[in-house]
C-alpha cells in the first residue's frame, strides 16, 4: 500500500548483513590470530635454539682453531732451548715442521726476554727489531700466553698472533707466530644458515676480528656492536636491529677470555621464511574465507530479505482482501436491515393497491364506475403499481440474498449440463440484439456439489451485463459473446467473455461492491454483481473480472470441485424442498434484478 | 354455509385493516389482532379456521404466539408472514405444525390463495370441506 510507511529493506538488510559477517567473522579471525600467535611464538623459540646451537657449536669450533694454534707453539717451546732455536736455520726447519702439520700459520719469530726479534721465519723483513714496547709483548710476559687482537703492527698489515713464553732459570723467551687471516676468517665464517646466516668476532671495542660476508673489513668497527657488546655468560639471543633497520636474530658467544665476541646471526626475515608462509596462507584463508562469507552471507540476507518482502506483500494485501471483506459484509448487513424495513411498507402498499384495484372492480360491478379512458387510466397505474412493488420487491430480495444465507438447495449437479442450460436460456435474447453466443465447455467437467439456481442466477446475471455492453457499445461491430468452462488447476474456470464497451480501470475495483452501477437511473439497482460476488464467495470461488475499456470484459469464476462423492445431508433435504415453494412470493423473475 | 373463520395478526394497522377489507370482499370473515396477546383473548372466545400470524412482533413474538395459539385451537391451521430475516422461524413454525409461510411482501392474491388452501385442509381434515 503506498500510503503506508514502507518498511526500511535496505536497513534490514543490512543489519542482517552485518550480523552474517560479523557472528561467523569474529571467532574466524580471533582462531587466525591466535594460531597465528603461537605459530610465532612458537617458531621463534625454535630459531632462537637452532642459532644458539650454532652458535654453541661454532665457538667451541673456533675455541679448538685458536686452541690447537697456541697448543703448536706451546709445544715448540717447550722442546727446544732458547739456543737451539736461535741456532740460525733451526727456526725454519722448525717452521717447515710446524707448516706440514697444521695449516694457519704465515711466519715464526723468537723473541729474547728484551723484545728482541732474534729469529724469523716469514714473508716479512722483521729481524732485529724490538718489540719490548708492544702491547701484546707486555702482555705474554705477563700471561705466558697470549692471542693478540687483530693489529696492524710493524709490517703494517692487519693480522693477529698466538705467543708463548718459557722461563728457564733467569732466562725468559718468547715464540710468536702470525695466523692467516684468510684461513681464519674462512673458519669463523663458516656457517650457513639459510641464505642470510653469517658469523664474525668482534674485539672489546666493537671491532671486527674476521671479516664479515655482509660487509666489514678486518679492524673496521662494528657500528652496531654497543647494541650487543655486553657481558653475558655462554650464549646470548635476542632480536635486534641494524642501524640500517634490517632486523636480525642474533645469537653472540664471548671466547678468548671474554676478550673475543662471537657473533652469529641471521635475517629476521629470511629466519622466519616460515612465519611469512603462514601469514601469507592466513592472509590468503583471510581474503577467500572472506569472500566466500561475504557471498554467503548476501545470498541468505538477499534471500531473506525477499521473503521478508513477500510476507509483507501478502500479508497486505490479505490486510487489504479483508478490509474490503469487511466493509461488503458491514454494507450488507446495513442493506439487510434496510430492505427488511422496507418490505413492511411495501407490503402495505401491496395490499391497499389490491383493494383499490378489488374496489374498483366492484364499483364497475355495481354500474358505479362506467368504462371510459379515465378508468382505463386508473387500472393500467393500478397495474403499474403492482408491477413497481414487484420490483422492489426484487430488490429487497436482492439485497436480503446478497447480506443473508439463503436456504439452499445444495445437490449434486453437472456444471456441464449448467452452463449449457443457461446459454441456451440467453440465445433468443442475445439473437435479437445480433449477438452471437459461443460456447467453448470442456466435457470433462466435474459434478460440483451447489444449489443450481444460486449458480444460474450469476450466470444469467454476467451474461445479461454481456449482452448490456455490448448493446452499449453499438455500433457496427458485431456483439460476441464466448462461455468457456473447463477444469484449471483442480478447479473449475467459467469465463464470460464479450466484446462490448468494457469497464474503467477505475471502476473495475467497484463493481462488486453494492449499489454500484453505471447503468441510468431505474435500470440497475447495482446489486448484481455483489450479490454474485456473495454466491460465488459463500461456495468458496472466486470471481474476477478482466477488462479493457472500448473492447470488452472477461468475467472468471473459479469453483472449487468439492469431493464429488458427497450427498447433501438427507435431514435437510425436507426443509429445502419447502423452502423452495415460498420465495416464490417474491415474484416470478427472480433473477431479474440481477443485471446491474 | 359457513364462511372461512380467518385472524390475522400483525403490527402494522394499516395493512391488519386493509387485509381484513380484502378478505372480506372475498368473502371471508375478518377478525384481526395487532399483537400476540390480543390475538390469544379472541382465539378464546371465538373459534377460528385459519390464523395468519406475522413473525416478527412487539410484545409477544409469532412464535410464542404460535404455540399458544395451538393450544387453544389444535385444528387451527396457521400462515406464519416473514420478513426475510424469520424465515428461520418460519421454518421452525413449520416443522410444528404450521401451515406455510410467506414471505413479506407478499402478492395478496398469493395470500388469498394460500388462506383458501388452509381452510380447505382444516375442512379435509374435519370431513367437511368448505368454498
Known amino acids: ?596 | 354455509m359457513q364462511p372461512t373463520r380467518v385472524l390475522a395478526v400483525d403490527d402494522e394497522e394499516r395493512f391488519l385493516t386493509s387485509l381484513a377489507k380484502l378478505l372480506a370482499k372475498k368473502g371471508y370473515q375478518v377478525e384481526t389482532a395487532t399483537g400476540g396477546a390480543q390475538a390469544l383473548s379472541i382465539l378464546t372466545d371465538h373459534d377460528v379456521d385459519v390464523m395468519i400470524l406475522d413473525v416478527k412482533m412487539p410484545g409477544m413474538d409469532g412464535m410464542t404466539t404460535f404455540k399458544e395459539a395451538k393450544k387453544i385451537r389444535p385444528l387451527m391451521e396457521v400462515i406464519m408472514l416473514t420478513g426475510h430475516a424469520t424465515v428461520d422461524t418460519a421454518l421452525e413454525a413449520i416443522k410444528i405444525g404450521a401451515f406455510e409461510y410467506l414471505m413479506k411482501p407478499c402478492a395478496i392474491d398469493e395470500l388469498i390463495e394460500k388462506v383458501k388452501q388452509a381452510a380447505d385442509r382444516k375442512g379435509l381434515l374435519l370431513g367437511q370441506p368448505k368454498g
Open chain 1, 1 to 596: 500500500m503506498a500510503d503506508q510507511p514502507t518498511t526500511d529493506y535496505s536497513s534490514i538488510r543490512r543489519r542482517i548483513l552485518a550480523a552474517m559477517l560479523i557472528v561467523p567473522g569474529i571467532p574466524c579471525m580471533l582462531a587466525l590470530a591466535v594460531g597465528y600467535y603461537y605459530f610465532y611464538n612458537s617458531l621463534k623459540s625454535e630459531t632462537m635454539a637452532k642459532i644458539e646451537r650454532i652458535a654453541d657449536s661454532h665457538r667451541q669450533l673456533v675455541e679448538a682453531f685458536l686452541d690447537e694454534r697456541t697448543n703448536d707453539l706451546k709445544l715448540i717451546i717447550n722442546s727446544y732451548e732458547y739456543e737451539e732455536l736461535a741456532r740460525p736455520g733451526q727456526l725454519t726447519r722448525v717452521f717447515e715442521n710446524l707448516t706440514q702439520s697444521r695449516s694457519g700459520f704465515m711466519d715464526l719469530s723468537l723473541f729474547n726476554s728484551e723484545g728482541v726479534h732474534v729469529a724469523y721465519v716469514g714473508p716479512y723483513d722483521l729481524a732485529g727489531i724490538v718489540y719490548k714496547q708492544e702491547k701484546w709483548f707486555k702482555e705474554v710476559i705477563q700471561k705466558q700466553e697470549y692471542i693478540s687482537d687483530v693489529f696492524l703492527g710493524f709490517r703494517k698489515v692487519p693480522h693477529f698472533i698466538i705467543a708463548v713464553t718459557r722461563t728457564t732459570g733467569e732466562k725468559t723467551w718468547v715464540v710468536r707466530a702470525t695466523v692467516d687471516t684468510a684461513l681464519f676468517d674462512q673458519t669463523v665464517g663458516n656457517v650457513r644458515i639459510g641464505t642470510t646466516g653469517e658469523a664474525y668476532i668482534v674485539n672489546k671495542d666493537g671491532n671486527l676480528q674476521t671479516i664479515r660476508r655482509s660487509g666489514g673489513l678486518l679492524m673496521e668497527p662494528d657500528e652496531d656492536a654497543p647494541s650487543y657488546l655486553t657481558a653475558h655468560d655462554r650464549i646470548r639471543t635476542f632480536l635486534g636491529t641494524n642501524r640500517a633497520g634490517e632486523k636480525y636474530v642474533y645469537a653472540t658467544a664471548w671466547m678468548k677470555d671474554n676478550n673475543w665476541l662471537l657473533v652469529v646471526r641471521q635475517q629476521r626475515a629470511d629466519a622466519f621464511r616460515q612465519l611469512a608462509l603462514a601469514t601469507n596462507l592466513i592472509a590468503l584463508v583471510l581474503l577467500v574465507g572472506g569472500f566466500l562469507l561475504a557471498a554467503a552471507a548476501r545470498y541468505a540476507t538477499d534471500q531473506i530479505v525477499r521473503r521478508l518482502k513477500q510476507m509483507d506483500q501478502d500479508k497486505s494485501l490479505l490486510s487489504r482482501q479483508l478490509v474490503a471483506a469487511e466493509r461488503l459484509a458491514e454494507v450488507g448487513q446495513m442493506a439487510a436491515g434496510v430492505a427488511h424495513e422496507i418490505n413492511n411498507p411495501l407490503q402495505i402498499i401491496g395490499t391497499e393497491q389490491q383493494l383499490i384495484e378489488l374496489t374498483v372492480e366492484e364499483m364497475q360491478e355495481g354500474g358505479e364506475l362506467h368504462d371510459s379512458e379515465n378508468l382505463a387510466q386508473v387500472l393500467d397505474s393500478l397495474k403499474q403499481i403492482n408491477l413497481q412493488i414487484e420490483r422492489c420487491a426484487n430488490i429487497t430480495q436482492g439485497l436480503l440474498k446478497f447480506s443473508r444465507k439463503q436456504e439452499q438447495v445444495v445437490r449434486l449437479i453437472s456444471l456441464k449440463d449448467l452452463v449449457s442450460d443457461i446459454t441456451n436460456l440467453v440465445r433468443r435474447k442475445a439473437e435479437v440484439e445480433g449477438i452471437t453466443i459461443m460456447e467453448d465447455i470442456s466435457p470433462a467437467l466435474p459434478e460440483v456439489m451447489l444449489d443450481p439456481a444460486e449458480l444460474q442466477q450469476v450466470l444469467l446475471n454476467l451474461l445479461n451485463n454481456a449482452i448490456d455492453a455490448i448493446s452499449q457499445k453499438g455500433g457496427a461491430m458485431e456483439g460476441q459473446i464466448r462461455i468457456t468452462a473447463q477444469n484449471q488447476d483442480g478447479r473449475v474456470r467459467i469465463s464470460i467473455t464479450d466484446n462490448g464497451c468494457g469497464i474503467k480501470e477505475a471502476d473495475q475495483q467497484k463493481i462488486f461492491s453494492p449499489f454500484f452501477t453505471t447503468k441510468p437511473v431505474g435500470q440497475g439497482t447495482g446489486l448484481g454483481l455483489a450479490v454474485s460476488y456473495a454466491i460465488i464467495d459463500k461456495m468458496g470461488g472466486t470471481i474476477e473480472v478482466e477488462s479493457l475499456e472500448g473492447l470488452g470484459t472477461t468475467f472468471s469464476i473459479y469453483l472449487p470441485i468439492t469431493a464429488t462423492g458427497s450427498r447433501p445431508e438427507e435431514t435437510q433435504a425436507p426443509k429445502m424442498k419447502k423452502s423452495t415453494a415460498a420465495p416464490k412470493a417474491s415474484g416470478p423473475g427472480g433473477n431479474g434484478h440481477a443485471a446491474n
